[in-house]
């Protein structure tokens, strides 16, 4: 099993700082298969970002992902109010196919 | 648009069995694998298995493996899950989602199963 280890478990930041989250994996995972997903309280995840860095249709361009191998970021350039929640990586491999990060919950400072 | 709505909350009690449905539309129900995810209270995101709608061919956590069936009925565009021998740790939002790629892109709102004796 693929384990996913995302840090810092919790980011304190302001409006208009940059995010950096991090999503570490146990063994190397093939860029196609990593993703990033958004999620706010009482709301269902959102789909940020496929196949390491391509970003979801709607998805303000402020979001990047990169990586490879077993160490992939995303990055938030520039914090919006509405941009604080909890962030999942996610990746396909093998047994199971499909394994999510603990997550990473990005607070107000 | 893509929508998936999920049935209400469920309470059962320990060693029972809950089904929940997810109800598709605004795309063709055959052409995309709908997966289950689940989060406890307060915790990550946990996924469990999938079902192809076009097939009803299935695949399952090991986690699960023996517990959980996953079933589509294409007259309606609707896929089940159904989970048995429910223990107070399976607590949790129950999810529904598309599959798009090696990801899932869009989600339904969820289903609360409240196992309590």
């Known amino acids: 099993e693929i384990v996913l280890t995302q840090s810092p478990g919790t980011l304190s930041l302001s409006p208009g700082e940059r995010a950096t989250l991090s999503c570490r994996a146990s063994q190397s995972v093939d860029s196609r298969y990593l993703a990033w997903y958004q999620q706010k309280p009482g709301q269902a995840p959102r789909l940020l970002i496929s196949g390491t860095s391509s970003r979801s249709t709607g998805v303000p361009d402020r979001f990047s992902g990169s990586g490879s191998g077993t160490d992939f970021t995303l990055t938030i350039s520039r914090l919006e109010p509405e941009d604080f929640a909890v962030y999942y990586c996610q990746q396909y491999g093998s047994s199971p196919p499909y394994t999510f990060g603990q997550g990473t919950k990005l607070e107000i400072k | 648009q893509v929508q998936l709505v999920q049935s209400g909350p469920e309470v059962k009690k320990p060693g029972a069995s809950v089904k929940v449905s997810c109800k598709a539309s605004?795309?063709?129900?055959?052409?995309?694998?709908i997966h289950w995810v689940r989060q406890a209270p307060g915790q990550g995101l946990e996924w469990m298995g999938w079902v192809n709608p076009h097939t009803g061919d299935t695949e399952y956590s090991q986690r699960f493996q023996g517990r959980v069936t996953m079933t589509r009925d294409t007259s309606v565009s609707t896929a089940y899950m159904e989970l048995s021998r429910l223990g107070s740790d399976d607590t949790a939002l129950y999810h529904c989602?598309?599959?798009?790629?090696?990801?899932?892109?869009?989600w339904g709102q969820g289903s609360l199963v409240t196992v309590s004796s």
């Open positions: 989602a598309t599959q798009s790629w090696w990801c899932f892109d869009h």
């Open positions: 605004g795309y063709l129900f055959t052409d995309k694998f």
